[in-house]
């Protein structure tokens, strides 16, 4: 029998390469970590990779494993959730992983400006009432300004035909630049050129994947830079919303657009 929430979050408060900072207790707690991941946790000057909405972390440890190179700090409110991928990662003795336990709202209170330099959005919840609540909206856009270095790189990676869209739409009304993009990952070149750096990470699968792809659903994915300079808007657009409900997301609204 699996262990229960009490038992998972005792554990995560025990482990050293985890940080739990939740909305509630930041205006008490003091986080001195900002601007000193490299030097007080990692003990290096390696480039730092974030997953927001990290879930149970697949993505940050099949990352770090992939490249010791670089930091990874994987990034949810979950702790259950978070709870499988640190404790596979202290198991298998990762030194360049770390976990926050937080709300992603308030992201840009743990990191010092040019700290970050990529950020992997993975099967986010589309939000599709509310813009603002998109990982890949201007709102977001702009915090993540605050603590990535010049030409930050963007990752995201989805079965959401909406937040793809709504992103596409975003990025180029916004004119920032696209390294890869395509509505079915898993027929594109990307993947099909197994000897390559951008298909080993691609490789990596995650436990709500798996379920895209065994309901028969296409992954997309697309890859783009945010550079500092520049005002960010949003496009006004309408977007059809996605037909089918999600594993533990609904449409949220009766309409069949939304901006």
Request: hydrophobic share 35%.
């Amino acid at each position: 029998m699996g262990k229960g929430k009490l038992a998972k979050f005792a554990d995560m408060a025990s482990y050293p390469h985890v940080f739990e900072y939740p909305f509630s207790v930041m205006d008490n707690v003091p986080f001195d970590m900002k601007g000193k991941w490299k030097e007080s946790f990692f003990h290096n000057t390696n480039p730092i990779v974030l997953e927001l909405g990290c879930g149970r972390g697949e993505y940050t440890v099949g990352l770090a494993k992939l490249y010791p190179e670089k930091n990874f700090i994987g990034v949810d409110i979950k702790g259950a959730r978070m709870w499988t991928g640190a404790t596979e990662a202290m198991k298998e003795g990762l030194k360049n992983v770390a976990f926050l336990r937080t709300n992603i709202e308030i992201i840009d209170r743990f990191f010092e400006a040019g700290e970050v330099d990529e950020i992997w959005l993975t099967f986010s919840d589309p939000q599709m009432k509310k813009v603002t609540k998109r990982l890949t909206s201007t709102f977001f856009m702009e915090r993540y300004r605050r603590f990535m270095g010049e030409q930050g790189l963007i990752h995201l990676k989805t079965d959401s035909n909406f937040l793809y869209t709504y992103t596409k739409y975003m990025v180029q009304h916004n004119a920032l630049p696209v390294e890869f993009d395509t509505d079915d990952l898993y027929h594109s070149t990307l993947t099909q050129q197994t000897d390559t750096e951008e298909a080993r990470i691609l490789s990596i699968q995650t436990y709500y994947e798996q379920q895209w792809i065994a309901r028969g659903l296409n992954i997309k994915y697309l890859r783009f830079r945010l550079p500092q300079e520049g005002k960010l808007s949003e496009p006004d657009v309408e977007i059809e919303l996605d037909e089918y409900r999600s594993y533990n997301r609904s449409k949220r609204s009766g309409l069949e657009v939304s901006k």
